[in-house]
């Protein structure tokens, strides 16, 4: 950087964001030149969503200055962000759910009020741009609500491109795509970047980061650590530094040595020993898995993988019973729970943080300490009044464990960082542990940063150091991999392998998790 870079399309300068007892971010400078794929990176909470937010005008910075393509921008607002060019794709997407496909993209859109008098013509340049971007396939008339994650997210861009946006910024895009998914996405960013759009991107995987980047920033505690670092050649152990501020290994803890004297006995001699936690029995359920068979034992942590869709997701909530299979059993302790039957599968205690955190696990705008002891309440309510007292040290508890950053139990959940409100998902299972005999977790660290991961990492080991039966989802092979004890691989809704971790590679489970798919 210095006198010799080209004038690049953005530069903001000292950026300031002061929230209620928070300074998000704390005198930011970014460079972003067209055509670049630039990458945002920061630990959670270092302000990554509060920068792209003062881009796309919905926050307005205290202090800083903004040049957009040769001029000073004020940014005064949503609308006033996408006339000078700026697109913006959330962390958690926006679209109104009740709108159709069509009416998304061009909502508030000047030529919605301009041309499109009928109907046909705005689904028709629907199309054009869905067609652009290789997914001409989605109805403009389809109700967004309706579309997957993917779908969404394509939408978002086509509403991107309908504007001739010349910075488009994603927000994690890839945090909610599967294996294929996250492919289309990257041809697509590459035909953007092809045509001089720039692409600011967000991403806690960082190997994506060299496959699809030029150049990175790298934020911390709200400044930039690090300006415009080459994406390709800046080693991770680098950024990683640069982004903790400390050397930490980002690695799985050690797995305990198997107990007991019977070694040599290959396939898990000591588990034999331990009492089955779960097992599971024939579980079908038509149009998403068939003939599911399992078990999970007391202190065993067992992962699932396979792609999005592939019936994994689905196979959790049918034994946390949040789904009713067609046939088949679930038995916790040796007694079958009562099928399709949420309330029971917890009496019986069963504890699941799912998949998506906004819409299934957190009451935004009540407070951490609401949302951690929620799933325990009973045991804070005695004579109908709550032991506050009680909640509060199991609720700095967790805090402490898992690093929530800001450390306050009152603060609403709504005012955290995407990553740490994820942390607050898993808390609160963790303050109800125990009575807790089986951990359902569906993608787990999904927007949890490297640093936070180790410690969740260690927290779930830890859990089931004391008996506690891990169940696991993650699209990451080697978050599977690295954590679990024992591997089953789900494809199009069946068990098609289940066997040691330890034995296993990240090629041979992408190759049993895709074979026979169409990629
Ligand atoms: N509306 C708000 N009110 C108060 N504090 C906020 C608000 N939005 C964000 N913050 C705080 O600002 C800081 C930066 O948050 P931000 O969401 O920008 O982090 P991030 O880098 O995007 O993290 P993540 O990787 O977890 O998404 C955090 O301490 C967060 O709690
Ligand atoms: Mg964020």
Same mark, same amino acid.
């Given at each position: ?9 953005? +530069? ?152 001739? *946006? ?105 588990? %034999?020993?331990?009492? %089955? ?10 149009? *998403? ?34 789904? +009713? ?64 007292r009680r909640e509060l040290a199991d609720v700095r508890e967790q805090i402490e464990a898992l690093d929530i950053r800001p450390p306050d139990p009152r603060r609403p959940v709504v005012t955290l960082s995407g990553g740490n409100q994820q942390k607050v998902v898993l808390a609160r299972w ?90």
């Amino acid at each position: 950087m210095g006198p010799s870079d080209p004038e690049p399309l953005l +530069r903001m300068r000292g950026i300031v964001k002061q929230f209620p007892g928070v300074r998000a971010l704390d005198g930011v400078d970014l460079d972003v030149r067209a055509g670049e794929v630039h990458c945002l990176l920061g630990q959670n909470g270092a302000g990554k969503s509060t920068l792209i937010k003062v881009l796309a005008g919905a926050h307005q910075p205290d202090a800083g200055e903004i040049v957009f393509a040769g001029r000073p921008a004020r940014l005064a607002g949503p609308t006033a962000a996408m006339r000078a060019g700026i697109a913006t794709i959330y962390q958690e997407l926006d679209l109104v759910d009740g709108l159709s496909v069509a009416d998304n993209i061009f909502l508030g859109h000047e030529r919605a009020t301009l041309g499109f008098t009928r109907r046909g013509d705005a689904e028709r340049a629907a199309r054009e741009l869905l067609g652009r971007l290789g997914h001409g396939e989605i109805p403009p008339r389809r109700e967004a609500g309706r579309l997957p994650a993917a779908g969404k997210q394509v939408v978002s861009m086509a509403r991107a491109l309908s504007h001739d *946006a010349r910075l488009i910024v994603m927000d994690e895009p890839s945090a909610a795509l599967a294996h294929d998914e996250v492919a289309n996405l990257f041809r697509i960013i590459r035909e953007l970047t092809a045509s001089g759009v720039a692409v600011v991107y967000i991403s806690h995987r960082l190997e994506e980061i060299r496959e699809i980047g030029d150049r990175v920033t790298v934020l911390k505690d709200g400044r930039s650590v690090a300006n415009g670092l080459p994406a390709k050649t800046t080693k991770t152990d680098h950024i990683v530094s640069l982004m903790t501020g400390r050397d930490i290994e980002y690695v799985f803890p050690d797995r305990p040595a198997p107990d007991g004297d019977d070694a040599g006995d290959g396939d898990g001699g000591a588990e %034999e020993g331990r009492a %089955e936690v779960l097992r599971v029995e024939g579980l079908t359920l038509p149009g *998403a898995f068939a003939d599911v068979s399992f078990s999970v034992r007391a202190g065993e942590i067992v992962g699932l993988a396979g792609l999005v869709g592939s019936g994994r997701s689905e196979i959790l909530e049918a034994v946390y019973g949040a789904r +009713r299979p067609a046939r088949g059993r679930v038995l916790v302790d040796g007694r079958p729970v009562r099928p399709g039957d949420t309330g029971a599968a917890v009496r019986r205690g069963m504890g699941m943080a799912p998949e998506e955190r906004k819409s299934q696990a957190l009451l935004l705008n009540d407070s951490v300490a609401g949302n951690v002891t929620v799933a325990g309440l009973r045991r804070y309510s005695r004579f109908g009044w709550l032991n506050r007292r009680r909640e509060l040290a199991d609720v700095r508890e967790q805090i402490e464990a898992l690093d929530i950053r800001p450390p306050d139990p009152r603060r609403p959940v709504v005012t955290l960082s995407g990553g740490n409100q994820q942390k607050v998902v898993l808390a609160r299972w963790l303050a109800g542990a125990r009575n807790l005999r089986l951990l359902i977790l569906d993608e787990p660290t999904r927007g949890v940063d490297v640093g936070a991961r180790a410690e969740l990492y260690a927290v779930i080991r830890a859990l089931a150091a004391r008996g506690i039966g891990v169940l696991l989802v993650s699209s990451e092979v080697p978050e599977v991999l690295g954590l679990a004890d024992r591997v089953l691989v789900v494809r199009e809704g069946r068990v098609v392998h289940s066997g040691a971790a330890a034995g296993l590679d990240e090629a041979a489970v992408l190759n049993m998790i895709m074979e026979g798919s169409a990629l």
